[in-house]
């Protein structure tokens, strides 16, 4: 390949990845140019305003549902992560009957259509005459979590070196103090990790919370989607904009840390 | 292909004992550590599914309960050519779906596989940054730009390039673009990880023995991530089918798909027994792909 | 050599261990004194790490008992026994530096700050480590994870070391350094070293007693006098260092004089405990083996010289029999040798021979007695 070729197929890369990221953040940069819109309607752009960035704050019941998604989602990540990483490493480190077969009832809900584990999710509270809450609704949030923090920590601990398990023990460390001073510290990447996913499939979640959410729980989805129907006020725009901004940040906190943690030398 | 016996026998000195009785010592931890997940996969997602199969073969109630007499009628009703026809728009938009996204997605996944260290981590950093905003927001963001006095009509007249508004939304169009729009990354992340694993050496190796770059893609990259192409397509598919909130929002009630007709029955129609049936079938279908997908190689350790 | 009194520091008493069908450990008895540096040496396998591992606690025992200072250990877990190890692959632990990990026993004992200072402090000039007390693993060579390694076990002033391969990684050289170092160690430390390894060498060097397995068995347990010049079976003799296998039947008996008939010829040896018409191995070392142009009264057997081998301080000399079985006869490089194809024969002293039983199983347990020779000080 000459170097013309080179550039022209360069050019060609870049232009198409390009085309495909402005693809991929349109709608969002409409709803955040919308977000200081002076209009109501996200029709035209009438005039620059910060209002609605304030207007967010005194919609009542916006601000309940952030407070439900933050909720939901802390609550579950936490649940997901201490079940989900003891099972890694109890998978990991024992062989026992059955264990196949938990395997395989653990990517059941990974790969099953989320309707189906939403439906299923309602009709069975609905028969036990549980009523839909944020309770329900923080149950199901960790019934599709775990899975994927068990499987993301079982993968980071696969390099794991169990002698370093028997030196603790050798030098005097019970079983649980090992898992707290030496299993946990070293695999602590891992659970990360699967925290941040059990995190975004937390966040992103529509379609179980349309079916596990009650009345009083609505989450933000839930809150907007019933909006698109009567109409979304920009007050939701800002909102979003705020959120995406948040993201942002923290994600490139967490960068910064991973950068920082590999100059270290750690492990 | 399990992922659980990878460490040598050496490091785990449990490796070699056979499945006979453990000793308490060691059977305590681990009922202690497994013992949580099982039983969440038994209440929250065995029990649950087991009793959706018990009512899809019950009756629908007078006021929407469920009446417990036992009948096929649910799955009979599967065959009216009214759901039928929803089936098949279902799984075409899908296929189409699936199709557009790997179309869009390999030289994606290839291209920024390809990038150096240092951009790597941004471009795969900004795939994953809209994932953080919710699915439902960004499809709405899609209802600003489609619909009749929305953003691209908007532009497009005013650059004089139509005389009237064009139909975008509640077209079986914008349900389309609206999923390959949130089922993306879904794709191109098995995809980025299939790529990137290959071995340079075996490009080089190629090259050496006289297959340009052109050839070399055919005969060595694509093979070699077909896996990935199998998990990025099973990734996208099946949830196609779910998704109603997308179809919903983008195509109104023009477009029917069997998620929304779940969701009907579940709600409006207040028809359980028959959206259990539904799921049931869902469920079928998505074991019949999965066994098809393992048959062709594809493994689970992939889909994550 | 053990110091008097000799008390019985640890002991494995009808030891089994079994994977399954698999017998890892056959019927085991072994006791190691206090104070002195035991090798246990053999192909990879041969049981030894495995019954290292059940003198530590990370495997079960599957019949037996491990005794250590009297008390039998088998249900203890390893945090509760009263000796360290030393692992092949160092096993310091990665998020901890050099001063945390050397102090991690003695934080698991509650031991006050100033005197983990103190101690740690101690082990590193032991090691002669000071200075490394901020370092991480990641930042150190296997030479100084393993001094490391060492100091950590031994901070927690453990009745028994336990050793398992732990010189494998290094490089020769730096291998023969810490062999010395390990050695000297011991002797100014003055506890009980109980050492892993598969080389001949090393254990030959280092060891008070060595004890030699096979497939799960104890062939032999001795000084490293005692392996090398009286091996108790084929399997001992062939391990360590070189032999001169040749198979004989005993043609008459008197006393501690045998006569015996080789293949090829015959030859008068000394030894006891045999009987008429057994058929037995004579061992003998190359460097013990000797060849002349006359006949040697006593010895009957004749070869032919087939080549040199030069190997730098040492010329081997390659005899072979009449029946195409060849001798290995090492001399230092400068003595004179004997022209190829010469005929010669073959003799050696008769107090350099080792007369072996032909059984398979090890006398130990056949038998169920310790034999006369072999024994433990």
Known sequence: MNKHTKQLSKFLSTGFVTLIYIFLYLPIAIIVFFSFNTSKLNVVFQGFTLKWYGVMFQNGDLMSALKNTAIVAVSSVIISIFIGTLAAIGMFRYQFRGKGIVDSFLYIPIVIPEIVMGISLLAFYHILNINLGLTTLILAHVTFSMPYVVVTVRSRLSGYDMSLEEAAMDLGATRLHTLRRITLPIIAPGILAGAMLALTLSLDDVIVSFFTTGVDSVTLPIYIFNKVKTGVSPDINALITLIILVTLLIMLFIRNLEARNSNKGQA | MSSTTTAPAVLRPEANTPKKRMPLSQLVPLLLMVGPVVLWLLIFVAAPLMYVFVISFMKKGTYGGVVMSFNFENYLRIFDPLYLRIFLVSIIIATATTLLCLILGYPFAYIIARASKRNKGILLSLIMLPFWTNSLIRTYGWIILLRTNGTFNTLLASANLISHPLQMLYTNGAVMVGMVYTLFPFMVLPLYSSIEKLDRCLLEAANDLGAKPRRTFWRVTLPLTVPGIFAGCIQVFIPTLGYFFISDLLGGGNSVLVGNLIRNQFLAARDWPFGAALSILLIVFTIVLMRVYKHFGGSLENIT | ?377
């Not at chain 3, 520091?9 to 017998?23: A, D, I, P, T, W």
């Not at chain 3, 003055?190 to 104890?218: C, K, P, W």
């Open chain 3, 1 to 377: 050599m053990a110091q008097v009194p000799e008390k019985v520091m640890v002991e494995l008493r009808n030891v089994h261990k079994s994977y399954g069908e698999n017998k890892v450990v056959k019927n085991l008895n072994l006791q190691i004194l206090e104070g002195e540096f035991l090798t246990m040496l053999g192909p990879s396998g041969c049981g030894k790490t495995t019954t290292l591992r059940m003198i530590a606690g990370f495997e079960d025992v599957t019949a037996g008992e491990v005794v250590i200072e009297g008390e039998n250990v088998v249900n203890m877990p390893p945090y509760q026994r009263n000796v360290n190890t030393v692992f092949q692959n160092y096993a310091l632990f990665p998020h901890m530096n050099v001063y945390d990990n050397i102090a991690f026993g003695l934080t698991e004992k509650k031991v006050n700050k100033e005197e983990i200072r103190q101690r740690v402090g101690e082990m590193l000039s032991l090691v002669q480590m000071n200075g490394y007390e901020k370092r991480m693993p990641s930042q150190m060579s296997g030479g100084q994870k393993q001094r490391v390694a060492i100091a950590r076990a031994l901070v927690n002033r453990p009745k028994v070391l336990l050793l398992d391969e732990p010189l494998g990684a290094l490089d020769l050289k730096l291998r023969k350094q810490m062999q010395v170092e390990l050695k000297h160690l011991q002797r100014q430390l003055g506890i009980t070293f109980i050492y892993v390894t598969h080389d001949q060498e090393e254990s030959l060097t280092m060891s008070d007693r060595i004890a030699v397995m096979n497939n799960g068995v104890l062939e032999q347990i001795g000084s490293p006098d005692m392996i090398y010049n009286r091996p108790a079976t084929k399997f001992v003799a062939d391990f360590i260092g070189e032999s001169n296998i040749l198979e004989a039947s005993v043609e008459s008996v008197e006393g501690d004089k045998l006569k015996v008939i080789f293949e090829t010829g015959g030859a008068e040896v000394s030894a006891s405990g045999f009987k008429q018409d057994e058929m037995v191995y004579i061992s003998v070392r190359p460097e013990k083996l000797k060849c002349s142009t006359e006949a040697v009264p006593g010895f009957n057997l004749r070869g032919i010289v087939k080549e040199h081998i030069y190997v730098g301080s040492i010329s081997k000399t390659i005899i072979e029999l009449p029946n195409g079985q060849d001798l290995k006869m090492s001399l230092l490089t400068g003595t004179p040798l004997l022209p190829q194809g010469a005929a010669v024969w073959v003799y050696w002293e008769k107090a350099d021979t080792v007369v072996l039983h032909t059984q398979e199983e090890s006398l130990y347990n056949l038998i169920g007695q310790v034999p006369k020779f072999g024994v433990s000080v």
